[in-house]
């Protein structure tokens, strides 16, 4: 399957500080990519889903304002978590879906993120 | 897309058949049946899919009942390292990944 990565694999900030996470599809373009958030114990949920070139589009709950999509290129996504607060703190994935020859238009996942906000 | 329903949890002893059911009762007829799993701490990880024929794959096997209401997941021979969170989705193909709460299979020496 196609490789996706995350940048950086764990971070720890300061409440009221922003945080970027970087998605990348290493050997494939990603027309689209999904961020999801994972509590502890918990299942994936979906935040929001991006095309290539265009706003992204949030899930009910998630304030766009405070988690801020770009996927500018067919390669990298970026997820800024602005003013993070305690209960911020998640684990975040993303996940890419492209044109692949033997793919049935499927999602490949990254590695997640662990964001913890002090 | 279709719900799904799971077991919470399930325990396999080491090198036998995990057998993991899914019930997807409300399924359509464009919809895929997928299986990921999740071990602790990284992303999902793909497994198989399928739409009504059975899926045999170097991981593991897929049976989809004749009226696709429900499937299994088979790992033929379950190691400790097969311990972890299995999600079965439904989904139709152009329709984003939702997950459910998912199977905690535990794998016993």
């Known amino acids: 399957g196609a490789v996706v990565s995350q940048h950086p694999s764990w971070v720890i900030c300061k409440s009221g500080t922003s945080v970027k996470i970087e998605c990348r599809s290493l050997?494939?373009?990603?027309?689209?990519m999904f961020w999801y958030r994972q509590f502890p114990k918990q299942s994936l949920m979906l935040m929001a889903t991006?095309?290539?070139?265009?706003?992204?589009?949030?899930e009910q709950g998630v304030e766009k304002d405070k988690f801020l999509i770009n996927h500018a290129s067919l390669t990298l996504s970026t997820l800024t978590v602005t003013s993070a607060h305690p209960e911020d703190s998640s684990f975040y994935i993303c996940?890419?879906?492209?044109?692949?020859?033997?793919?049935?238009?499927?999602?490949?996942f990254g590695p997640g993120t662990r964001l913890t906000v002090l | 897309d279709a719900k799904t329903t799971q077991p919470p949890s399930m325990d396999c002893a080491e090198g036998r058949a995990a057998n993991l059911p899914c019930n997807h009762s409300?399924?359509?007829?464009?919809?895929?049946v997928y299986w990921y799993r999740q071990i602790h701490s990284q992303g999902p990880q793909y497994i198989i899919h399928?739409?009504?024929n059975n899926e045999t794959n170097e991981m593991a096997s897929l049976i989809i009942t004749e009226d696709r209401k429900s499937s299994t997941l088979i790992l033929p021979h379950a190691t400790l390292r097969d311990t972890a969170v299995y999600y079965c989705?439904?989904?139709?193909?152009?329709?984003?990944?939702?997950f459910g709460a998912g199977t905690r299979l535990t794998v016993k020496p």
């Open positions: 989705i439904v989904r139709a193909i152009n329709n984003d990944m939702r």
């Open positions: 991006s095309n290539e070139g265009s706003k992204a589009t949030y």
């Open positions: 409300t399924i359509s007829g464009n919809e895929y």
């Open positions: 399928g739409l009504k």
């Open positions: 996940s890419g879906k492209g044109l692949l020859a033997d793919s049935y238009n499927e999602q490949f």
């Open positions: 050997d494939f373009q990603a027309t689209t």
